[in-house]
């Protein structure tokens, strides 16, 4: 009788590391975390040999808490690694590490990005390409440690990969593979399938420095002795190649076919669907990712989002969250922007938040707060709609907005769509959906709809829909009064 196959995801975050272990009906037996000792330089730099040793006791545990027993039914089929996009770990011919993880939120990389988008926009004109790298970029951060780092970079440094590259490097001994994903912020074409050669030519980055580029989910090889014998598996594992948290999160969230939409709201606002068209925008505050199964994903993230949710008492949070509280639109007009500039769904740099028209009370101004979330969220499907000329179909949701139920419905209100909701939306999960869908079942699509199953949809109410209109329709006009959009 063969045995029931097991899927592990694992995601590297700024902040710890997770993994979870599932069946092919997403049915869970293991799912455990670590988080890292933070300083005040994690946002910059981390040690990647930290993630490692988290993720070799997260392995032991699960052995300790499943015990032996349970491989006389299951086996580990395959893994799945997702992490931040935009980190970069510089290796020596040994692949060892020579620095450390050059953080995607290291901001020391600002000049290098201009210098990166110049070079880029000068190569492709006006060919639809991604451009527009600011420091959270993977390439940028190779020239600030071309620059900062000669002597490392002539004598030492042998390669540079991305944060997933680097457990999968460990994993399997193969350091010179990586995915779509984590290759376009680092300057990889997705339609010619290469690394441009202003790379080499204008950056003088030496091409011997760049990894193989694979689909997302690609079989790698097979998991180390080393780590089968530590870890006490009775098999020897696939691992696949990795993909960034975000794309991650989209997958697990549900939304992989054309027309599906997923809406993150976290500390921001992060839209990302699948288009069977690239959607471009000169603008740059849309770009894509290349979908495993020939589409395309793409995805803009926006400034706004539930930071300003922090304003609020935590009796306030939960009073206004209150479902049996009015829905009704509020008297209140409140655009709930935490820092000054915004990117997507339009960019502006002069863009800032505030009450546009007074609250009645402070439950009145919190329930403007979730609304101006959600026009914005609107605003930006509008504007996908209009660029691609496809219609959103579905909008699954994801992220810490998620667990306000009084929120989902004012967003299918505004929105006038079902929103879907996935209980078991997170980046371990989308990496363990990854690890399926090149091992078990037939791509993406159908390691998705296996592993997710049913979800909750949130319908719009039509009464609702038509008063949530008028605010919204002040809203916009009050931001473009305001110089803020202007499209």
Not at 380 to 390: L, V
Not at 437 to 446: D, L, Q, V
Request: glycine share 10%; aromatic share 12%.
């Amino acid at each position: 009788m063969s045995k029931k196959k097991i899927f592990v995801g694992i995601d590297v975050g700024t902040q710890g590391i997770r993994m979870t272990w599932v069946d092919g009906k997403g049915n869970e037996y293991f799912s455990a975390g670590k988080t890292f000792n933070l300083s005040k330089e994690s946002r910059i730099k981390q040690d990647p040999e930290i993630w490692w040793n988290d993720l070799d006791k997260l392995f032991k545990e699960a052995y300790k808490e499943l015990g032996s027993s349970f491989f006389d039914d299951f086996e580990i089929e395959s893994m799945g690694v997702t992490s931040t996009s935009g980190t970069v770990i510089p290796l020596d011919k040994n692949n060892e590490v020579i620095y450390g993880a050059i953080m995607y939120s290291d901001p020391r990389s600002q000049e290098h990005s201009k210098i990166v988008s110049n070079s880029a926009r000068q190569y492709y004109g006006d060919l639809p390409r991604f451009t527009h790298f600011n420091s959270s970029c993977g390439l940028p951060k190779m020239l600030w440690f071309k620059d900062n780092f000669k002597e490392e970079y002539k004598t030492k440094l042998s390669r540079f990969i991305h944060a997933s590259d680097f457990i999968t490097g460990k994993m399997t001994g193969v350091f010179h593979v990586t995915d779509h994903s984590n290759a376009l912020k680092s300057g990889y074409d997705l339609h010619q399938e290469e690394w441009p050669d202003y790379i080499t030519r204008e950056l003088e980055l030496s091409s011997s420095f760049f990894p193989e580029v694979k689909p997302i989910g690609t079989v790698l090889g097979v998991l180390n002795t080393e780590w089968i014998d530590k870890w006490k598996l009775p098999n020897r594992p696939k691992v696949c190649v990795g993909l960034t948290d975000g794309c991650a999160s989209q997958i697990a969230a549900g939304a992989v076919e054309p027309g599906d939409w997923n809406t993150t709201i976290g500390t921001t606002l992060v839209l990302k669907g699948v288009t069977i068209n690239e959607i471009y925008d000169k603008a740059g505050s849309i770009y894509c990712h290349k979908h495993p199964e020939g589409y395309w994903m793409p995805g803009g993230a926006s400034n706004i989002g539930a930071d300003w949710v922090h304003d609020f008492t935590k009796e306030e949070i939960e009073e206004g969250s209150k479902f049996e509280s009015a829905v009704t639109p509020s008297s209140a007009i409140y655009y709930p922007l935490k820092v000054k500039g915004e990117r997507f769904p339009f960019i502006s740099s002069d863009a800032e938040g505030g009450v546009f028209k007074e609250a009645k009370n402070r439950g009145d101004l919190f329930q403007a707060g979730l609304e101006g979330v959600a026009y914005i969220e609107r605003y930006a499907y509008e504007k996908i709609e209009r660029i691609s000329g496809n219609k959103v179909e579905k909008i699954y949701s994801a992220g810490g907005g998620n667990k306000n139920k009084k929120w989902l419905q004012i967003r299918a209100n505004v929105l006038n769509k079902v929103v879907l909701k996935s209980e078991k939306a997170s980046g371990a999960i989308g990496a363990a959906i990854v690890a399926a869908s090149h091992t078990y079942e037939k791509g993406i699509t159908e390691a998705a709809k296996g592993l997710l199953g049913e979800m909750e949809a949130i319908f719009p109410d039509a009464e609702l829909v038509k008063k949530f209109e008028n605010n919204y329709q002040k809203f916009i006009n009050l931001l473009k009064e305001k110089g803020y959009i202007n499209e």
